[in-house]
C-alpha cells in the first residue's frame, strides 16, 4: 500500500511540475482585453489548467485517504496483537505464580524447619 502510495505522489509531482512550466508559459503571454480571440483561448487554457489542477487535487485526496485507512487498519491489528499478548502473557505469569505458590506452600508445610520461625 505504502509503495502504491509513492508511485501516486511521483505521478503528482510530474504533474505538478508540467502545471507549473504551463502555468509560467501563460505568465509570459501578455492578453490584452481588445484582443477576444486571445482572451478566449487564455480563458480555454485557464479552465482546462484549473480542471487538471481539481482532478490532480481529487486524485491527491483518494491517494490520501486510502493511506489513512490501511494506517487505520494497521493500527485495529497492532492493538489486537498486542491486547492479545497482554492476555498470553498474565495467563502465562498467573500460571507460574500459582505453581511457585503451591511448591513453596507445600515446602513450608512439609518442612519442619520453617514452622520453628
Given at each position: 500500500?505504502?509503495?502504491?502510495?509513492?508511485?501516486?505522489?511521483?505521478?503528482?509531482?510530474?504533474?505538478?511540475?508540467?502545471l507549473?512550466?504551463?502555468?509560467?508559459?501563460?505568465?509570459?503571454?501578455?492578453?490584452?482585453?481588445?484582443?477576444?480571440?486571445?482572451?478566449?483561448?487564455a480563458?480555454?487554457?485557464?479552465?482546462?489548467t484549473?480542471?487538471?489542477?481539481?482532478?490532480?487535487?481529487?486524485?491527491?485526496?483518494?491517494?490520501?485517504l486510502?493511506?489513512?485507512?490501511?494506517?487505520?487498519?494497521?493500527?485495529?491489528d497492532i492493538?489486537?496483537?498486542?491486547?492479545?499478548?497482554n492476555?498470553?502473557?498474565?495467563h502465562?505469569v498467573?500460571d507460574?505464580?500459582?505453581?511457585?505458590?503451591?511448591?513453596?506452600?507445600?515446602?513450608?508445610?512439609?518442612?519442619?524447619?520453617?514452622?520453628?520461625?
Open positions: 500500500m505504502v509503495r502504491q502510495y509513492f508511485i501516486f505522489s511521483d505521478t503528482i509531482l510530474k504533474a505538478c511540475v508540467g507549473v512550466a504551463l502555468l509560467c508559459a501563460l505568465g509570459s503571454v501578455k492578453v490584452r482585453a481588445e484582443d477576444s480571440s486571445m482572451t478566449q483561448d480563458q480555454k487554457v485557464g479552465h482546462a484549473g480542471e487538471v489542477v481539481h482532478n490532480i487535487g481529487h486524485d491527491a485526496k483518494e491517494a490520501g486510502a493511506v489513512a485507512h490501511a494506517a487505520v487498519r494497521m493500527g485495529k492493538g489486537a496483537a498486542a491486547k492479545a499478548g492476555k498470553e502473557f498474565k502465562a498467573s507460574g505464580s500459582s505453581r511457585s505458590t503451591a511448591a513453596s506452600g507445600s515446602a513450608t508445610q512439609t518442612s519442619p524447619a520453617n514452622s520453628n520461625k
